[in-house]
């Protein structure tokens, strides 16, 4: 048995809504649908949520409404942040927010679910979103770091769990750090922003080689340019794909060679794009 993954970050679910993302649902029915920046309150999300269902049904991926299982963390600073998650196949529990954070800045940003497939296998799957930052000394990339270390222990723990035959875990999300050079386009302009400063990509260093976690969609493509799955709103970047690899999906050893293939669904044209990001899909063998 397959099982998809899908992650993105809506730049507003209410925004994508309007610019039709429920066609995109309807069309791919991922199985598990990892999303950032939300940025709606709960009753809204559920309501979308529900018509998410509706489109998980027309497609014949689930029976009815009830059985698409739906998650869903608010920032508690209103217009920011926000992740969900939804899920055809039975979780069996979810755990909300980044252990040891409790800053309102900080929430919006994490959710596990242990996800259970018709075999019985379980994984531990995260959305995740991770402060975009701001310049060396604003407090915004001083958040950016806190989160990081934070976040990097509790990838210690997942790893040490998979590492001794417990469940296997992918971190999936916006990270707002493009890795290296073949990861942006334009590297040395973008040497002295947010999103590329060696410090950050230091994280994902360490993630790969200490961590033992697999960039899974940089390990089937290769050592290629790109592929992007975010272009700046501004000027012509999505049209001269000018764009950032800032989302991910980093699995631990045994999930990651699982992975047989991915999708990053860039729009045909820049009028047809739901996000300033591309979904990214991940099929594993499980």
């Known amino acids: 048995m397959t099982m998809t993954i899908t ?36 009753e809204i999300i559920g309501d979308i949520y529900g018509d998410l269902a509706r489109e998980y049904v027309d497609a014949g991926s689930i029976a009815s409404v009830d059985e698409l299982n739906t998650i869903a963390d608010v920032c508690k600073i209103k217009g920011r ?15 909300i927010g980044l252990p ?22 379980v994984i531990t799957v995260i959305c995740v979103y991770v402060h975009a930052g701001g310049l060396v000394g604003d407090i915004k990339e001083d958040q950016k770091y806190r989160f990081l270390d934070t976040m990097t222990e509790r990838m ?40 590329f400063f060696p410090r950050e990509r230091a994280y994902i260093d360490r993630w790969i080689d200490e961590l033992d976690f697999v960039d899974v969609m940089r390990e089937l493509a290769g050592d290629i340019q790109g592929p992007y799955t975010w272009w700046s709103q501004r000027g012509r970047a999505f049209d001269n794909n000018t764009g950032w690899r800032i989302d991910y999906q980093f699995a631990t ?5 699982q ?9 045909p044209s820049y009028d ?14 499980i």
């Open 100 to 121: 040891g954070l409790t800053e309102d800045v900080d929430t919006g940003r994490w959710i596990e679910a242990d996800i259970k497939s018709e075999q019985g296998y």
């Open 272 to 285: 047809a794009r739901w996000s300033d990001h591309a979904p990214l899909t991940i099929t594993y063998d």
């Open 156 to 195: 210690r723990q997942l790893q040490d769990e998979a590492a001794r035959g417990g469940k296997q875990a992918v971190l999936c999300g916006d990270f707002n750090i493009a890795h290296t050079p073949i990861d942006i386009k334009n590297a040395k302009a973008n040497e002295d922003r947010n999103g």
């Open 259 to 267: 992975a047989r293939g991915f999708v990053i669904d860039r729009a």
């Open 7 to 42: 992650t993105s970050n809506l730049n507003g679910i209410r925004a994508a809504k309007r610019k039709g993302f429920e066609h995109w649902a309807q069309a791919h029915t991922p199985n598990v649908w990892c999303m950032q920046e939300t940025r709606a309150p709960q």
């Open 81 to 95: 942040a926000g992740v969900g998650m939804i899920s055809d196949m039975p979780v069996l529990e979810t755990r």
């Open 253 to 257: 050893p045994e999930l990651a060679q």
